[in-house]
């Protein structure tokens, strides 16, 4: 059983796959509390759901593309869930704090989001996302070096930019261009 807190349909609005129609199944629980959450409803109400249950939830949307997020979900093992929906046929991104690679270990993409900055993994991952405002202790992050890609995100609020920390972004990325800018477009854009 999976502990579920939300399905839903929109855009991936950050990272490499910006753009990518995608359904998000948001997962109960995490093992962080970090002060900037913005993915608040992990800590509300969730739906215990069995796989079979949760793919006849997803298959009324037209994309093969799922995005499981949290909440950290790699406080579960997610393995069998993630074949079980490639078995269908989807392809399946996860977003994790990196919590615990191994059970996510075969998903089709990983996209790594560090929170503490002291201990950064190298492997495990096909992209990397720094969240930056512009009181960060972006020194931690400067000498990070991966063949990977890594995107610095601004910390917006919950529904929409904010616009000192896209501005303290966008110049930090000029002057550091090993980063790419990652800007959660749904927040521009006011979808979910
Ligand atoms: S790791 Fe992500 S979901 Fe967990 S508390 Fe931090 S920001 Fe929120």
């Known amino acids: 059983m999976l502990k579920i807190v939300e399905i839903f349909y929109s855009i991936q609005g950050e990272g490499t796959q910006?753009?990518?129609?995608?359904?998000f199944i948001r997962l109960h629980g995490c093992n962080l509390a970090c002060n900037f959450c913005d993915e608040l409803l992990h800590k509300g109400e969730y739906a215990s759901?069995?796989?079979?249950?949760?793919?006849?939830?997803?298959?009324?949307?037209?994309?093969?593309?799922?995005?499981?997020?949290?909440?950290?979900?790699?406080?579960?093992?997610?393995?069998g869930f993630i074949e079980y929906l490639q078995a269908y046929m989807y392809s399946v991104a996860v977003e994790t704090n990196g919590y615990n690679f191994s059970n996510i270990?075969?998903?089709?993409?990983?996209?790594?989001?560090?929170k503490a900055w002291d201990v950064i993994e190298k492997y495990g991952y096909d992209e990397v996302k720094f969240v930056v405002s512009k009181d960060s202790d972006v020194e931690k992050i400067l000498a990070f070096k991966s063949y990977k890609p890594i995107f610095i995100q601004p910390q917006n609020e919950i529904d929409r930019p904010n616009k000192e920390n896209v501005n303290f972004c966008v110049e930090f990325v000029k002057a550091h261009?090993?980063?790419?800018?990652?800007?959660?477009?749904?927040?521009?854009?006011?979808?979910?």
């Open 18 to 23: 910006v753009g990518v129609p995608s359904i």
């Open 177 to 192: 261009p090993q980063f790419i800018l990652s800007v959660q477009l749904h927040k521009f854009l006011g979808v979910e």
């Open 49 to 79: 759901l069995s796989f079979d249950e949760v793919l006849e939830r997803i298959k009324v949307f037209p994309s093969m593309h799922v995005i499981i997020t949290g909440g950290e979900p790699t406080i579960y093992n997610l393995n």
């Open 105 to 114: 270990s075969n998903a089709n993409w990983v996209t790594y989001s560090p």
